[in-house]
Antibody, heavy 118, light 105 residues
Framework: EVQLVESGGGLVQPGRSLRLSCAASGFTFGDYGMHWVRQAPGKGLEWVSAISWDGTSIGYADSVKGRFTISRDNAKNSLYLQMNSLRAEDTALYYC???????????WGQGTLVTVSS | EIVLTQSPATLSLSPGERATLSCRASQSVSNYLAWYQQKPGQAPRLLIYDASNRATGIPARFSGSGSGTDFTLTISSLEPEDFAVYYCQQRSGWTFGQGTKVEIK
């Protein structure tokens, strides 16, 4: 059974940093591209970042470019999102998702909540 | 950046009725479009990929159509568990539409 479990969320002050993790199991992690998607309270889905299976291809939404860094450790079956210079508008539930062979997000974690507030 | 616009924002229907949801892209995405369902407190679930292919385990009452810039998700006869928010997503930049809420009338 595919499982994605996010962690690392919490309450953080504006301008500070936070690192999210996503632990994967039930599939060969190193074979799949992975993504972060966020959802602000009561709002829609926003794609945040993507990383290819081997980490060589990376992309970011304009809203986080230059502040967030995605990475992965295939030996540890883990995906990460380093979030710097956090803003109030980064407050959201952050999901990790597996990109399937067709290029879409078939498996999702349950999310980790990031709240940016003073 | 490709922008996806969904309509209507809210659809009020009764169980057993047909639901038709629209997604329009700001430029052609060919057939590289997916639909997701999200219920309160849950992660999204992939329903349709490449515009018209049902994902694993998705009931036949869900169908997708369209290509280029105009796409449709149809639920042929609404079941109680279908009342949720639906999002479209394009594959080249992975952006989502703003969602359509299907609510009980």
């Amino acid at each position: 059974e595919v499982q994605l479990v996010e962690s690392g969320g919490g309450l953080v002050q504006p301008g500070r940093s936070l690192r999210l993790s996503c632990a994967a199991s039930g599939f060969t992690f190193g074979d799949y591209g992975m993504h972060w998607v966020r959802q602000a309270p009561g709002k829609g889905l926003e794609w945040v970042s993507a990383i290819s299976w081997d980490g060589t291809s990376i992309g970011y939404a304009d809203s986080v470019k230059g502040r967030f860094t995605i990475s992965r450790d295939n030996a540890k079956n883990s995906l990460y999102l380093q979030m710097n210079s956090l803003r109030a508008e980064d407050t959201a539930l952050y999901y990790c998702a597996q990109r399937n062979i067709h290029g879409y997000f078939e498996y999702w974690g349950q999310g980790t909540l990031v709240t940016v507030s003073s | 950046e490709i922008v996806l616009t969904q309509s209507p924002a809210t659809l009020s229907l009764s169980p057993g009725e047909r639901a038709t949801l629209s997604c329009r892209a700001s430029q052609s995405v060919s057939n590289y479009l997916a639909w997701y369902q999200q219920k309160p407190g849950q992660a999204p679930r992939l329903l349709i990929y490449d515009a018209s292919n049902r994902a694993t385990g998705i009931p036949a009452r869900f169908s997708g159509s369209g290509s280029g810039t105009d796409f449709t998700l149809t639920i042929s006869s609404l079941e109680p568990e279908d009342f949720a928010v639906y999002y479209c997503q394009q594959r080249s930049g992975w952006t989502f539409g703003q969602g359509t809420k299907v609510e009980i009338k």
